[in-house]
């Protein structure tokens, strides 16, 4: 059959010769097609990780009239399966501990950061989050299973400007909710 209908389909449209010796006269099989359900389990909804990047100031040098940035890092996020974690370029940290729950969202950002506090002489910040620019800090924005958004900022940068990777849960601050 598949063979009669090439050859008519040939000998319609025109093609001849080595068009039409090369007309397929076998139908092909279907691609295959990953399993996305656990064998048993044709309901079990799974979530596909959620990921996001953000790239941080982590090294800066601060003087009186302002800080200078010098280093930057692309911070990866994933959540997946209710857990959230951070990827600093040094290693992945878990911060599911930092907000409770099941999670299943995940956004990372520079922290925000309020008017430059004057350093007389420069040297050290009296906090990361008066810099006058965004560094040192991530934010991490995450979606409980209860439907509560809540952030964390995490130093990754002392108030000197120098890098304090790896990033750990311990230096995150406790969760605000949106």
Known sequence: MWSAAAAVTCAAVGLSGSIAANATTTK?????????????????????????????????????????????????????????????????ADLTTVFGGYLYDITLAPSPSTALSVVPGGGALTSLSSSGIPVGRVRVTVRRADGAILFSDCSVSTTSGTSALPLTSSRCSAPTRL
Not at 43 to 58: E, Q
């Open 28 to 92: 092909a099989a279907p691609a295959a097609q990953a399993a996305t359900n656990p064998v048993g389990d044709k309901n079990k909804f799974i979530p596909y990780p959620r990921l996001d990047s953000a790239n941080i100031v982590t090294a800066f040098t601060v003087a009186a009239t302002g800080v200078t940035p010098t280093t930057s890092t692309t911070f990866t996020g994933s959540a997946r399966r209710g857990r959230v974690f951070v990827n600093d370029g040094t290693g992945w």
